[in-house]
């Protein structure tokens, strides 16, 4: 994730395809993912993923990271710490969830990043926050919960606990962000997260747990080349461009998409379908996403709210 300014500037049709690109791009890095996970390992994955990402990052920000100090450089590799932690829950989760359902829940951490915000850092959330994290939490029940006769999905759980991850890193982000180079912030962090997975690697591989053969072939070139290279590090470049020339009411209708995108996606690769009651439960999880950020209930109620912090995603 990369932290991003935000202004009040208007949206020209470049800043629009950006995000419009962007939302598409993570609206497919579900499925794109899934595929990847049927054949290779989820440490295997995220080492070869983060390792391409970490080495984009760090030739096209070598100059800002020499003159990294080491307070920056801490606060990369904490942001590094909860980016991998949410990326570890993730790809496990995703491992036993339908990719649809991983793109509506992953949402969630735009409205638990408040909540977080408040917890970490004393940045106390809105009304509109809590009344879209409720809402949010109740489509999740209906999207995840079991009925009768069902265990809960421990995917379901996995990809719950990466938003949380997310969410945390966000606010974490937000507080840096501050003081700090971005750009040195966000390859620090993508190198750490290229470090742990790597460890994580090596030491199923000495333990004899890493059994899968991974193999890399003509597909997962490229499935690997556009999760690395677009998803992650030109992603990052393009959302930090599009978000500082529009508002974060106007960004968020965009990232909307992203959930939408998962599930024509996952249909059309995979065959997945929501039932009745999930379609209901995504559907809430996406307008608590849009009470928070669009701050519906204070423009109904006529108080101006607290200024949001800014809104990122990662997957």
Known sequence: MNNTTLNSQPAGWQSDAALIALALMWGTSHVITKSILAMHSPAFYTSARFGIAALCFGLAFAGHLRRANLRQVKQGALLGVLSFTGIAFYVLGLSFTQASKAGFITGLYLVFTPLLGFVLFR??????????????????????????????????????????????????????????????????????VAALALTVLFSLNALGMETRPNPIDGQFMWQIAYMAVMVTFVAALVQTWAQGRVNPTHAVLFY?????????????????????RGGIGAGLIVAGVMISRLRLTSRLTGHEPIKSVPLEADC
């Not at 939408?260 to 996952?266: K, S």
Request: hydrophobic fraction near 55%; aromatic fraction near 8%.
């Open 256 to 276: 909307a998409l992203e959930p939408a995108t998962a599930a024509v996606f996952a249909y059309l690769s995979f065959g997945e379908k929501l039932t009745l």
């Open 123 to 192: 940045s106390k959330p809105t009304r509109d926050h809590l009344a879209g994290l409720i809402i949010a939490i109740a489509g999740f029940s209906l999207l995840s919960f079991p009925r009768g006769g069902e265990t809960i999905n421990l995917g379901d759980v996995l990809v719950l606990a990466a938003a949380l991850a997310w969410a945390a890193h966000i606010a974490a982000t937000s507080a840096f962000a501050t003081g700090g180079d971005v750009r040195t912030l966000a390859a620090v962090q993508v190198m750490t």
